[in-house]
Nanobody, 120 residues
Framework: QVRLVESGGGLVQAGGSLRLSCVVT??????MGWFRQAPGKEREFVAA????????YYADSVKGRFTISRDIAKNTMYLQMNSLKREDTAVYYC???????????????WGQGTQVTVSS
């Protein structure tokens, strides 16, 4: 019943910015966040937020560059990505779970993903 739909991915030059969105329908769990998976690599954590609180945390690789936020009225979560690097290229997935902090093994629902490609 819970559905997560990501959008906002695309092609951007290194140093540029993108904002990803995740619209949630069918209800939300306590914790939400973003993961990413590059070709040939495991899915990795990016950022997380408590849906009805202000708690956030980030992977070390994106601290200072990415910002996670949510708009409860719009039932939407965002990931603002600045100063993008080539290594940020991946499929980005919206996710939700009960656990805090988030981990790949504790995710209950995944979105289908949106491709982010960072070029030189």
């Amino acid at each position: 019943q819970v559905r997560l739909v990501e959008s906002g991915g695309g092609l951007v030059q290194a140093g540029g910015s993108l904002r990803l969105s995740c619209v949630v329908t069918g209800g939300t769990l306590s914790s939400m966040g973003w993961f990413r998976q590059a070709p040939g690599k495991e899915r990795e954590f990016v950022a997380a937020i408590r849906w009805s609180a202000v708690n956030t945390y980030y992977a070390d690789s994106v601290k200072g560059r990415f910002t996670i936020s949510r708009d409860i009225a719009k039932n939407t979560m965002y990931l603002q990505m600045n100063s993008l690097k080539r290594e940020d290229t991946a499929v980005y997935y919206c996710a939700t779970a009960y656990a805090w902090p988030l981990g790949v093994s504790t995710i209950h629902y995944w979105g289908q993903g949106t491709q982010v490609t960072v070029s030189s």
